[in-house]
């Protein structure tokens, strides 16, 4: 849920429709939020449910403008689980 780009940046390069199948996205629950000290720019560092079969992942989400740490716990969100983890600051997130 790494928010890394301008929401009015035109989309970004066309994909191969096996590129696509091949991402999985799933559906998660929040089961943690905090402010994740130390960000360049202001974000929260998630713990994310994501049921049996993935289980739970960590995450780094530049959301901070739009939610508190308490309006996201409960909430559901979509996230690729699939991707290799990438390190953010000090904290690697995984979805």
Same mark, same amino acid.
């Given at each position: 849920?790494? #928010?890394?780009?301008?929401?009015?940046?035109?989309?970004?390069?066309?994909?191969?429709?096996?590129?696509?199948?091949?991402?999985?996205?799933?559906?998660?629950?929040?089961? =943690?939020?905090?402010?994740?000290?130390?960000?360049?720019?202001?974000?929260?560092?998630?713990?994310?449910?994501?049921?049996?079969?993935?289980?739970?992942?960590?995450?780094?989400?530049?959301?901070? =403008?739009?939610?508190?740490?308490?309006?996201?716990? !409960?909430?559901? #969100?979509?996230?690729?689980?699939?991707?290799?983890?990438?390190?953010? !600051?000090? =904290?690697?997130?995984?979805?």
């Amino acid at each position: 849920m790494h #928010l890394d780009h301008d929401p009015a940046a035109p989309p970004g390069d066309p994909i191969g429709f096996d590129a696509f199948l091949n991402v999985d996205i799933r559906i998660g629950t929040v089961i =943690a939020a905090e402010v994740y000290e130390g960000a360049r720019k202001p974000s929260y560092r998630l713990r994310i449910d994501f049921g049996p079969g993935v289980g739970e992942k960590k995450s780094v989400a530049q959301v901070a =403008a739009l939610y508190s740490c308490a309006e996201l716990v !409960g909430r559901q #969100l979509a996230a690729v689980v699939n991707f290799p983890p990438r390190q953010i !600051g000090k =904290a690697v997130s995984k979805c």
